[in-house]
């Protein structure tokens, strides 16, 4: 007899459990979500670290441009620790030769932004992320060829600045569409650094007893020569306790930025309150007195865009005090 041969059967492997595959995939998810964090963590580190190399780069930038503006500038004064106004020769921006006025501010908390405007013009953010910054003013003294010392700076006590004091009857009333104002800039000593204002005097009458608000402000100019809307400081003022007739009144000012010379700037008298018709500013008519300066009507609240010149010679009458600072003795 012939033996039936055996037959081959494949081997038999295990098969997994539910239980098995089901810890599979938790493991696998574990590890999964740890790749994830990683990649996300290297992700967020690289963005984070070119974040800060682009604002690093951004501030550089920034930097550069205010230090070639101040070695060029003509003058510079600081209003608090957080701007400073430059002076530089024109750039092509005026059709005249006038300097161009540059303004840098810190803007906004820690961080901080870095602001730059030209002649007024809505400011520019130069860079961002800027966590402390600080502008302070540093008075050195040097020696000149030779040997020979540097002057130094001299303040001057207060003194008359500018003036146009004859006295008169006429006067402009000052409503809340109707502001007035004056414009002036002091002939100074030629080797004045800087002048300051600490105090105005104004020919007024009361046009009627009134405890509403009316303000006495100082504002830069703009190119053309009427008043900006920045301003240098108010003072807020009431009618309501004056005596009748023509008389001076006073306002004093402190710590008001310093200012170059050859600067215009504006006295500007007016009042929000609607009707309200408290004060008079005395105006000379027809006389040449006062030069350079101009004498500016409102139609809009005291507006930069809306000043209209008075009739040619018309000046307020007023007076303007402070001191001014020269580089060594005034010439």
Not at 7 to 22: D, G, I, K, S, Y
Not at 61 to 68: D, F, K, M, S, T
Not at 187 to 216: D, G, K, Q
Not at 254 to 274: F, M, Q
Request: charged content about 20%.
């Amino acid at each position: 007899m012939t033996a039936a041969p055996a037959q081959l059967r494949p081997p038999r492997h295990r098969a997994f459990t539910l239980v098995e595959m089901m810890m599979s995939l938790m493991v696998f998810s574990v590890l999964m979500g740890a790749l994830m964090g990683m990649m996300i963590l290297t992700t967020g580190d690289i963005t984070s670290q070119r974040s800060r190399a682009e604002r690093e780069l951004q501030l550089d930038v920034a930097l550069a441009e205010l230090r070639q503006d101040i070695e060029v500038a003509l003058d510079l004064r600081f209003n608090g620790s957080d701007t400073i106004t430059l002076s530089v020769p024109n750039r092509g921006v005026h059709a005249d030769d006038a300097p161009e006025q540059i303004e840098y501010s810190i803007v906004g908390a820690n961080p901080s932004s870095l602001t730059r405007s030209i002649n007024g013009a809505t400011p520019e953010t130069i860079a961002t992320g800027v966590q402390d910054f600080g502008l302070t003013a540093a008075v050195s003294s040097f020696t000149g060829s030779g040997g020979a010392a540097v002057p130094e700076p001299v303040t001057s006590p207060e003194v008359l600045l500018v003036a146009n004091d004859i006295e008169s009857n006429n006067g402009n009333t000052v409503d809340d569409k109707i502001w007035t104002a004056q414009t002036f800039e002091p002939t100074l000593p030629s080797n004045t650094l800087s002048w300051t204002i600490t105090r105005v005097e104004c020919f007024m009458v009361l046009a009627r007893a009134r405890a509403e608000p009316h303000y006495l402000q100082l504002r830069y100019t703009e190119p053309n020569g009427t008043p900006s809307e920045a301003s240098l400081g108010s003072v807020t003022f009431t009618t309501d306790l004056w005596t009748t007739g023509w008389a001076w009144r006073e306002f004093a000012f402190s710590g008001l930025p310093d200012l170059s010379n050859g600067e215009r700037i504006a006295i500007v008298v007016g009042t929000d309150e609607k009707g309200i018709s408290g004060v008079k500013l005395g105006i000379m008519k027809d006389t040449d007195s006062l030069t350079p300066g101009a004498h500016q009507v409102s139609s809009n609240s005291g507006k930069k865009d809306t000043w209209t010149g008075a009739a040619d010679g018309d000046d307020a009458i007023f007076r303007v005090y402070g001191t001014y600072t020269t580089l060594g003795p005034p010439e």
